[in-house]
């Protein structure tokens, strides 16, 4: 990595880029992230906004054209709800707990395929607060439903691959453990709901210098808004960010009622065969 990017961690990346709504906008206002998700108040919030943008947690705006409602067989889904044209910013949302990259890549499970969720799911254990409870609460896999405990995969006999996986296993106990509040049954849970709602950010991605000048600005984040984006193989949302700071944007017209995608798989794959896109989606 170049010198500028040593010792660089998500903390100080958020504090850089504060998110902020011009004065004076048309229409804008003011509402709480429990209430865009469709939750009752908080504990100590009041629900109408008064705690924004002071209030912990992550910053957001959000269009008045979209709304979260039931997807069929999905769970949640973004729907617009007036017609929206191409190249519309949708949503800009900064996620509820985020790693870099850069911030694990020296640990001995680095290598391991699950990597990245586990290292977010341990930064969710260190953060977490009975404030976060009903925001997670929405999320995929529901509350109360059974989760299977899911280990690193490790299909190699090579020792360093086994001793890889073994020390992501004790990571992730070890970071858990130390959440007294929870049972193990609501710690599966808020595991196997990183693994199924985070999303990467890469900052300029869009470029082909990418790689060589803006990884160190690569993670994952657990976005509260986002994550009710559903999968399409032919989206209607491009996304893409500035460090943790991720705008959704449509890349087409959409009609009102119509429900938003986004694609969970590298751009690359959405025109590769069935079978590599599926693939894709299920490591």
Known sequence: PRLWALGLTHSAVASKLPLRLAAGVVGAAR??????????????GSGDGDDFPEAPGPLFVVSDCIALRSSAGKGRGWFATAAVPAGTILLIERPLVATLDAEWRDKKWATCDSADTTALGNELAKAYSPSFRPLLSVLHPPDGSPVRKEHASNDSDDEEDVEA?????????????????????????????????????????EQLCHSG?????????????????????????????????????????VKAGEELFITYIESELLCAPRSLRGQSLNR
């Open 165 to 205: 996986a073994e020390a992501l296993a004790e990571a992730s106990d070890r970071a858990w453990a130390a959440v007294d509040e929870l049972a193990d049954s609501e710690k599966e849970r808020l595991r196997a709901v990183v693994r199924l709602n985070s999303l990467g950010f890469y900052t300029n991605s």
């Open 213 to 253: 000048h803006f990884s160190a600005l690569t993670g994952s984040g657990l976005y509260a808004l986002a994550s009710g984006f559903n999968h399409s193989c032919e989206p209607s949302v491009a996304r893409f960010s500035i460090g943790d700071l991720t705008a959704f944007v449509t890349n087409r017209p």
């Open 31 to 44: 509402k709480s992230l429990t209430a865009v998700v469709g939750l009752e108040k908080m504990a100590g």
